[in-house]
């Protein structure tokens, strides 16, 4: 997995300069894929970034994006839970919430999708006696969204990786030539884009949630910015 390591100042300059406010959305949206299409999608892929990691909650940051960007109205996050999946707690989990192998702590995997978008999957482990009986009667028996149905506790997000999984630039593009670097007319992007594994802490700093986020191309699911 490639660590994001793009400029903050290329990705600040092609917003600005090379992004305009994008319209309405096509699951089958193309985007070209020379150089200057792959700098749009990193860019909006580093502003993605930096959006989710400079907020709290994942959930209304993926409502602020899905909206921003017209993938859906109204721009509503929903969570799809998907009961068939366990993973019991590891060692490093229970280290991470401060928990000792005899106290429960839940598995929660949800879908979350704005409109037809499914922009992320996440694995969350989570410390049931940290939370309210009512968070976790909602977590039990809906599909809420984990950083919806918490909100009261006004919980602080602690990042602990953020990885990119795809890069839109090759290997080597700064030594090729001008043009389309695959040979490809149109980027193949691939349905995973995006990671971060973080903790969830309560204001006094005590840690209730451990959660990995998978993030689609459906982040991208919009046409191409024009030229």
């Not at 917003?15 to 909006?44: I, N």
């Not at 017209?70 to 919430?97: F, N």
């Amino acid at each position: 997995m490639r660590r994001l390591t793009a400029p903050l100042a290329l990705t600040a300059l092609l917003v600005a300069g090379a992004l305009p406010l994008l319209a309405a959305p096509s699951r089958a949206a193309a985007w070209p894929a020379d150089y200057v299409g792959r700098l749009q999608a990193l860019a909006l892929l580093q502003t993605f970034n930096s959006d989710l990691l400079s907020h709290d909650s994942a959930t209304l940051t993926l409502e602020r994006w899905c909206g921003d960007r017209g993938l859906a109205s109204p721009a509503r996050v929903t969570a799809q839970r998907q009961t068939e999946v366990d993973k019991p707690a590891s060692a490093d989990t229970r280290q991470l919430l401060g928990v000792g192998p005899d106290e429960p702590v839940r598995y929660r995997r949800v879908r979350l999708s704005c409109g037809a978008h499914v922009l992320s999957e996440a694995d969350n482990w989570y410390v049931p006696a940290r939370l309210t009986p009512e968070m976790n009667r909602a977590l039990d028996t809906s599909d809420v969204a984990f950083g919806r149905a918490v909100q009261a506790l006004h919980f602080q997000r602690h990042t602990l990786s953020a990885d990119l999984l795809w890069s839109p630039l090759p290997k080597g593009w700064e030594n090729a030539p001008a043009g389309r670097p695959s040979g490809e007319p149109q980027l193949a992007i691939p349905p995973q884009v995006l990671q971060h594994r973080a903790v969830l802490t309560l204001p006094d700093a005590t840690p209730f949630s451990h959660v990995v986020e998978t993030y689609t191309s459906e982040v991208l699911a919009f046409p191409a910015p024009a030229r």
